[in-house]
């Protein structure tokens, strides 16, 4: 199986056909795609210009689009390498139960999902690198009670998440599932009451 820097040698492959070299960017989400697969993809069509369902798409924005998921890869394994230096250093010092901020990193698979969606055409209009680091400084920091990413505090709890966890917070403004360990005890207590709130609306 090919992995991320094969596939993307091939995308900037002016030798290969304009439909493989497509391909092989889809194919890089599946081995990185913070958003999730089909919303990364989403959003790299629609900040890029390219139509979702053209197989032979302008390639400078191929190109494009493959240069800004790669710099949101050198955040992430920045990030991976200094989590596991954290995590060697905190077990040599006897620390072996694992934090919320663990159960994130479990829950990410690689980044894949790291900054969920769970509706694909919904999504932060930042660069991904931007959104990572936004992300990242806030799970380094102490919980707020806003979104790491767009600053809303209109997040929501929904228990029909596609994924796991299952149930979380959403932002209501970008559209993440917001990892629970970047909110205060007090934000989770308000999206809770903020989908109860809506479900009384609703019935």
Same mark, same amino acid.
């Given at each position: ?8 040698? #091939?995308?900037?492959? !002016? ?11 889809? *194919? ?25 369902? %053209? ?11 493959? %240069? /800004? ?21 905190? *077990? ?9 901020? %663990? ?24 660069? @991904? %690198? /931007?959104?990572?680091?936004? @992300? ?35 932002? !209501? ?11 205060? #005890? ?12 809506? @479900?009384?609306?609703?019935?």
């Amino acid at each position: 199986m090919a992995g991320f820097r094969s596939l993307a040698r #091939q995308v900037r492959d !002016t030798g290969c056909d304009l439909a493989l070299r497509r391909y092989s960017l889809r *194919k890089c989400l599946e081995r990185f795609a913070p958003y999730g697969h089909r919303a990364t993809w989403d959003h790299l069509c629609s900040r890029h210009r390219i139509h979702p369902e %053209d197989r032979s798409p302008d390639p400078a924005r191929l190109v494009a689009a493959l %240069d /800004e998921l790669e710099r949101a890869r050198a955040v992430w394994l920045a990030y991976e390498e200094s989590f596991a230096d954290r995590r060697r250093r905190e *077990k040599y010092d006897g620390v072996r139960r694992p934090s919320a901020m %663990d159960d994130w990193h479990r829950w990410a698979r690689g980044a894949n999902g790291v900054v969920r969606c769970d509706s694909p055409g919904c999504h932060p209009s930042a660069p @991904l %690198d /931007e959104v990572l680091r936004r @992300l990242i400084s806030a799970l380094e920091g102490e919980p707020g009670v806003e979104c790491p990413v767009c600053a809303t505090t209109l997040i929501v709890w929904r228990q029909d998440l596609t994924d796991e966890p299952w149930t979380g917070p959403v932002c !209501t403004g970008c559209g993440i599932v917001v990892p629970r360990p970047a909110l205060t #005890q007090g934000a989770l207590a308000a999206a809770r009451r903020a989908a109860r709130g809506a @479900l009384a609306s609703a019935a």
